[in-house]
Each structure stands twice: as C-alpha cells, then as structure tokens.
Nanobody, 116 residues
Framework: QVQLVESGGGLVQPGGSLRLSCVAS????????MGWYRQAPGKQRELVAG???????TYADSVRGRFTCSRNNAKNVFDLQMDNLKPEDTAVYSC??????????WGQGTQVTVSS
C-alpha cells in the first residue's frame, strides 16, 4: 500500500505562484503513474496534471502553460508548480498514485485559494 501526503497549499493572489508537493511512502516500487487532481465546490474532480513512470506528462487544457509537474523517483516526491494562478484554480488539490493494474492511492488533499 502507498501513503501520500500533500503540502504547499495556501492563499495566493491572482497571478501568483504556489508549489505543491506529494511525498510517497510505503510500497513505492508499486507506483506506476501519478496525477494531481482538483475539486472545486460544486464541481466534479478533474485531472490537472499527470506523469508516467517514464516521465511523460499530460495537462488539462485549462492549466497547460501555467502548471508544471515533475517527479523525483529517488526522493519519492511528485511536485506541481503552479504559476499565473487564477481565481478559477481555487480547489482542493489531491495527489494520486497508480499501480500497473490501475489501482489508485490518494492523499488527503491540500486547499489552494486564489483571491485578492
């Protein structure tokens, strides 16, 4: 089993930046791909960014060019750099880790609020 702990959320003004980190522990060797998701009040959870074990990345159209995800397998850390934040980026951001069969482990989430 994999345990995930997110950090780095907070309150930021529009146009600002935040960096989220997800630290994995437990059955690290079972992790294949990882993803950052977000859920805003009243909305469905959506994939923001994902990365495969090979380092291939994918981004939601709404964040492409502003968000960058990276993965440090040696340190078991999966980061999400968020730049030029907008009020519509406000949400709870959660990290997920998938094993080769597609089973997911989830972190508890971290709140990101973009407001002036």
């Amino acid at each position: 089993q994999v345990q995930l702990v997110e950090s780095g959320g907070g309150l930021v003004q529009p146009g600002g930046s935040l960096r989220l980190s997800c630290v994995a522990s437990g059955s690290i060797s079972s992790i294949n791909s990882m993803g950052w998701y977000r859920q805003a009040p009243g909305k469905q959870r959506e994939l923001v960014a994902g990365i495969t074990h090979k380092g291939d990345t994918t981004y939601a159209d709404s964040v492409r060019g502003r968000f960058t995800c990276s993965r440090n397998n040696a340190k078991n850390v999966f980061d999400l750099q968020m730049d030029n934040l907008k009020p519509e980026d406000t949400a709870v951001y959660s990290c997920a880790a998938y094993d080769p069969q597609g089973a997911a482990s989830w972190g508890q989430g971290t709140q990101v609020t973009v407001s002036s």
